[in-house]
Nanobody, 123 residues
Framework: QVQLVESGGGLVQAGGSLRLSCAAS????????VGWFRQAPGKERAFVAA????????YYRDSVKGRFTISRDNALNTVYLQMNSLKPEDTAVYYC????????????????WGQGTQVTVSS
């Protein structure tokens, strides 16, 4: 059983940065692959980034490559999403999710979800 709690969201101007954190409970969290997803009003949940349990592979949606970085600290049971050069189109609720899926881009392959954190980027 894994419980996930996101934090770090907020309001930022275009071009600014935020770092999201996904803190997990459960001693086996270090064995889970973790993904970040986002959902804007009226849109489907979309893949943002994923990292494998060892942290040796990271995956990104094309629109965030070069701007976002996913990382993890298994000793702290935490996964991070560093977001730089933010754009208004990045505005959404951001969710982290965990599963054993090799860092899938498909949200249906994740079994554990956090409650989400709002990111708003003003122009």
């Amino acid at each position: 059983q894994v419980q996930l709690v996101e934090s770090g969201g907020g309001l930022v101007q275009a071009g600014g940065s935020l770092r999201l954190s996904c803190a997990a409970s459960g001693r086996t969290f270090s064995r889970y692959d973790v993904g970040w997803f986002r959902q804007a009003p009226g849109k489907e949940r979309a893949f943002v980034a994923a990292i494998t349990w060892r942290g040796n592979s990271q995956y990104y949606r094309d629109s965030v490559k070069g701007r976002f970085t996913i990382s993890r600290d298994n000793a702290l049971n935490t996964v991070y999403l560093q977001m730089n050069s933010l754009k208004p189109e990045d505005t959404a609720v951001y969710y982290c999710a965990a599963s054993f899926n090799g860092g899938s881009r498909d949200y249906t392959e994740y079994g554990y979800w956090g409650q989400g954190t709002q990111v708003t980027v003003s122009s």
